[in-house]
């Protein structure tokens, strides 16, 4: 079979893998979709930054994996042949308290944690090697590229929105509008948000954000944009914030434009923050939540939740490309000038 | 001015008063509006079955007022003449734990505690005294029939529901669908609920939801409800339910239908519920809340989100009459095959 | 090896058995100390009444077990041979939604659901086959009684009083003192409640929660506990309530005698209750809490704070039997007149 | 009668006035205790700085008023002659939202906003003219100078620790041993925290904290202290810290020492904060909570469980001055190497 490496240096590269057998408690997936994520670019495109759990180990990339079980290995308990599923991209020891919560994310095993696409083969390849306690149940209703976007991009979102509660007694603001903020624009308005404003530095973005029907309203990144939220909500602020982009001017307008009472959740990784506690946090009653990644049973109850609104994540997907052009794909994703950015298989590559 | 009062034998009897004088941190309003609540048919127009809080002192009933300042007294610090206000039902003594909280409904204070309609002159009549402290701002997008009934009915659903937390997450199950009910639904509605259930014995109730495209799916009062739920819902039953009936059997559906890790919140009053807490409750590990009409600050923050969100409770009202058909609109209220019913003066009253 | 069973008719029968092999992810115990739980008196000592997941299938009883590992089979990642484990009493198939959420309790597959002394063989027994899923590390500081406790009876209060939330702001009333309202008692002491207060209806357990000095007031069970708790608390009743007798009555107490604002949770098991929901829940808008045991998460939460609080499960037990005289500890326990009462090997016996 | 007033050059000037005379809803207070907070040396004693909320207005000061009602004005409801009352510390309008949830510290009205001490007459005076609706009442278990403590100190520590929850499952870290610091360890004492660390650059500080009993362990504030925190947790961090220093590098080991799941809150005033958020919150989904004095029903609270708690604010007291001796008091504050410091009256004087 083939597999993409990412060497570092802006490239990715082709190369050939025996097709792994599945041992005890695993399977072999048929890869479908395959989507690229903003840390693949941050982290290892360019450069291989990361450490620890973000130290690429030159395996197969891809942390968001989508396909189909075409073999299970002995001891499987609930998954077959045939059956279509998502990947909870990062295989925990299964047995330490963080794995015990579902939140294999932080598994505090050094042995047995392994990220999929950065310290264990990933899901740029035509099969892939998984557990079977990584898996998802991916619906019918769901495409491949559908699922391919629920453990990183949307499981993030939905875990962050989970964390400071989103109904229709809320506007939000989102600062970033990269996939993330994207998926949480989407979900917000499922959850039922009043009205959703959404700031980036990329008219692009912007355009997208507005096309699609995400963003009420749409605002570039700029000095004055805390005050704008307040112009936009007669004075008042956003009741919840939701920072995207990792950026500290961006953090800070999150929690300046937010509403006496209101709640910021902080998922843009990288940098720093700074703000006064006095004016921008304590004397409004503020919350300012951390939040990464999310729990595998919460991804479950996205994926019924997506279901139930008839959502479909591949609505963001703007650009897919078959394995052999993977090259292509990453290079597109690294100028952010587009949506998300898939390799598909199969049913899914048109 | 006129004034009616409700002697217990299913009449209500208009009589003559004195225009009273507003003293200190009071106001004199004009009524504009005086909608009728479930429990002034139940508590005092067929029987004065009330006692304590519900006990009716031959006072000009009504107790969901709405009107314009003619004269405010000395010491009024924010509301002035010409002032749209609603009116919070209950005048509580204002310095007990409980009104601080601003919980008036169930002030501490047996000197001072007194409800409009009940132990104090209420809203079915042409002038109302009230106190500045009860009063709640009328903003211009809604008319004063939408505000007579933010105190009472939406007050009590918007708080239960504050309560239990409602928004896209949820499929929710109404059991009731009288006033309380209706504007439950229309809450849930504007919360984000993915999907509105009601249940009614009335088949009117029924089809006024339904018209009103308040709920989603109606069903009929009777001994399955519990599993038509269910089988609404995939068998995992709804994420949230809301018990507006006050019947014993309503309340075990409300429980029984809701689903593991679920809340249900009671708001119908009277009479008992009974249960099976192993397998109802405890098994699934749901939760019930109790829930009393709300706080002075929390209708504000209501009527807010009334405007943000275009909904007009008016709406609800299926019937208005001038103050000198009282008497028909107490009837009707009586038969409960109608919405909301209103009594009405000058701009309202068409 | 021996192994003891519970026909059903008061007594329990030692039979003799192959000390079982582990396989993929499985280990064997040396079994330390066994105790025994109210459910097994109520569900199979005396009758097999259960059904589901209380349902007896004649294996080898007991699911409070604690012991050393001597042999593990392969796949295992964390534990090894020599270390002292606690087992969380449910093994579940790992992967459904529940299981993923550590509430093994809940599993949802009939096939792989199997409780430890239900339908699996339990602790009573000089050894035990378990999967190391299912195992909780003791630390030295406790001992294997301490850990035996650990699964069912504390871990099922701790569960109860993290939902409802104990502190110094709070009174407490424990309604019904067998084996898990003794551990509630245990639990609020550290978590720093202000006042415990204890009914029961035998003496013996009343005397036993004043002299370990459990409860700073006990009261015997009787119609008018409601009112003696609110006299005990000038007038306001607790701020939260645990009941743990299952009792219809000791329900409405639990829940009438507590104060405006306040929680209560259920955790005692079978029957009913009813109460007025308008005065007993509603005006004093209080919340009800069901509860089912812990996740396995909870549980080494709950084993972190046993030692920084030195607070040893084992001081419960009054009686210690070795496993030729099983029989004796059933039947001691069956009368309700004792402590906790564990089965104990080696080291633990004396 | 006499008063003392700020004027803002490091000394305090005591001039005569007339008694006050108690208008509608208001009364008289015979001062008995006045303590100094830190806020006062911060913003008025040495220079006037504070703006807005802290704009000091040339009144006479203090604003940690308790005394004995002497007279009372027309309407007053609650409070009688002979009552020992605590005062609010901030008189608000009394009808906006922030003071209909007992919040007056973030009322909203210009007009009516008059913090005692900053723009209304306070404490430091024979006699204080206080609005019947911002007394709370005085138990007599508690002293006046017990009772001078809760509104600003004690009631902004508990309104922190209430949103952040403490209890026996908490290690809390501490930073900043000043007046509210030292109250913050006071209440995790009695909510039940399991250990208490505090940090301060004063080494007179750290030794009271621990001649008090306050703190588990004391460390001087320093660059290594999150790492000396971690030390003392098994390397887990605190489950809870209160920052009370408004210092950036304490603001930064405060969240840096919190355990994954963890809980800040930040009480100290001024300045800026720093931090990481990958690395320092949202890795380990901690939240921060800002917070800002507290409501008057919680103040309510606070009192009951302070008698309940036995636990008694004056013992924080290092000094007591008479009027006549205020510029000692205010002068010895200022040094910081004191508790706290308290201006006292009749009984209370010695």
């Known amino acids: 079979m083939q597999g993409a490496v990412l060497p570092g240096n802006s490239t990715a590269e082709i190369r050939s893998y025996a097709v792994p057998e599945p041992g005890w408690g695993q399977v072999l997936l048929r890869m479908k979709s395959s989507t690229i ?54 295989s925990g020891c299964g047995l330490c308290n963080d794995c015990r ?64 509660g989103i109904s229709g007694n809320d506007a939000v603001l989102i600062t970033g509008l990269g996939p993330v903020g994207m998926a949480t624009a989407a979900l917000c308005r499922k959850l039922g948000a009043q009205r959703i404003f959404g700031i980036d530095v990329l008219p692009e973005r912007l355009q997208l954000a507005r096309k699609l029907g995400l963003c009420d309203e749409v605002i570039p990144s700029g000095p004055n944009n805390a005050a704008e939220i307040l112009a936009l909500t007669s004075g008042r602020g956003v009741e919840r914030a939701v920072e995207c982009s990792g950026h500290p001017d961006a953090r800070a307008t999150a929690i300046r434009a937010t509403r006496r009472w209101g709640r910021i959740v902080f998922l843009g990784e990288g940098g720093t923050v700074q703000f006064q506690p006095s004016a921008d946090l304590m004397h409004d009653q503020k919350t300012i939540y951390g939040s990464w990644v999310t729990s595998i049973w919460r991804m479950e109850e996205l994926v019924e939740r997506l279901v139930r609104w008839q959502l479909f994540p591949s609505s963001l997907v703007t650009h897919r490309f078959p394995l052999a052009r993977v090259g292509e794909a990453y290079a597109l994703m690294a100028t952010g000038r587009c949506g998300k950015v898939a390799v598909c298989f199969d049913e899914e590559e048109s």
Chains 1, 2, 3, 4 share one sequence.
């Open 37 to 90: 994520c903003g840390s693949d670019i941050r982290a290892i495109y360019r450069e291989h930054l990361g450490k620890g759990p973000e130290g690429y180990q030159g395996v197969i990339a891809g942390h968001e994996p989508c396909g189909q079980i075409v073999q299970t290995g002995p001891g499987c308990r609930r998954f077959a042949v045939g059956d279509r599923v998502i990947v909870y991209h990062i």
């Open 101 to 164: 919560r579902g939140y294999m994310i932080s598994c505090t095993s050094e042995k047995y944690r392994r990220a999929y696409g950065w310290q264990r083969d990933g899901g740029m390849a035509d099969y892939l090697l998984a557990e079977e306690k990584d898996l998802v149940s991916l619906p019918d209703a769901l495409s491949y590229t559908d699922g391919a976007q629920v453990a990183c991009g949307f499981g993030t979102a939905y875990e962050g929105l989970q964390k400071i």
